[in-house]
């Protein structure tokens, strides 16, 4: 089946959905920040069969969410490394971790925490604004079209309902 | 093709992406907080097919994320309201959003920026630990088990490596 691609929508969440939208995608960078770097190790990890997790590899290292690495000479093995750009989804991670356990623990509790690793201290990730540090809630905030916005789409009556944007 | 269901594995972060880690789900999400209720609304704004749209409504009422409302009764008609399970999804969209805008902006800047309703001023959605105000980042957070974790999981040699834990 052929699907849709959302990389040159624009919206930055369509972008993103594009890149690591996706279940697998999103367990292999699990896997990856608990330190995971071989295709056995996501494999044993994810019981995941190898054609699928082949192609997610293949994928992920095209968009630059990783890097493959030389780790021996001969026979020649390869690992995926981190890059800045899969590191950066770090949070969109946290945010499905603490929606997991809000919402979809059982009666016995969340199953994975996060704890501080100097202070051994529980952590409840909660996304805030950078400069006030005011909750970012759907309440308090509204998206707007930015400078990378195409002109020709804001004449549209559909995109300025969206955006509330006042009719001329 | 049959998916594979991650909704009882012992972490959180699978369990969301079990019921939240698809591409089409998380983009209705985003058209729910737009403020669209209709399956015209949602079939228009994404160009999604309509039998995609459906089972993807329809799994999304099953897991509690959106409400099925009758809005009109002759003929009668339904919309879909955001519950408060899937509306505390929004730091899941806000944080592919920031994702989306760092890292696949083209170099004409964001696509859709996002400013606080009152002020004006924009918010940048950034991740800190509640208590603190900490950021939270690889280096600064790790996971451990928690209360929900099965014991006899705790037992094994590949997990107790993967939560560092001290073999006994």
């Known amino acids: 089946m052929k699907k849709t691609r959302f990389d040159r929508w624009p919206c930055p969440v369509a972008r993103a959905v594009d890149q690591a939208g996706d279940a697998w995608t999103l367990l292999i960078l699990r ?27 293949e994928r992920m290292v095209e968009n630059g969410l990783l890097e493959r690495v030389p780790y021996q000479p001969r026979p ?41 690793r100097r202070t051994g201290q529980p952590v409840q990730p909660v996304l805030v604004d950078e400069a006030t540090g005011h909750p970012v809630t759907p309440e308090r905030v509204r998206a707007r079209p930015g400078p990378g916005f195409p002109g020709a789409l804001l004449e549209e009556e559909p995109v300025r309902r969206r955006f509330r944007l006042t009719t001329p």
């Open 31 to 57: 896997e990856a920040f608990y330190g995971q770097r071989r295709f056995d190790q996501f494999e044993e990890a994810l019981g995941i069969g190898r054609n699928i997790l082949a192609r997610r590899l």
């Open 76 to 116: 020649l093995r390869h690992e995926y490394q981190l890059l800045p750009r899969g590191r950066a989804l770090f949070p969109v991670l946290m945010a499905l971790l603490r929606w997991g356990n809000d919402w979809a623990a059982g009666p016995e509790g969340p199953p994975v925490t996060l704890v501080d």
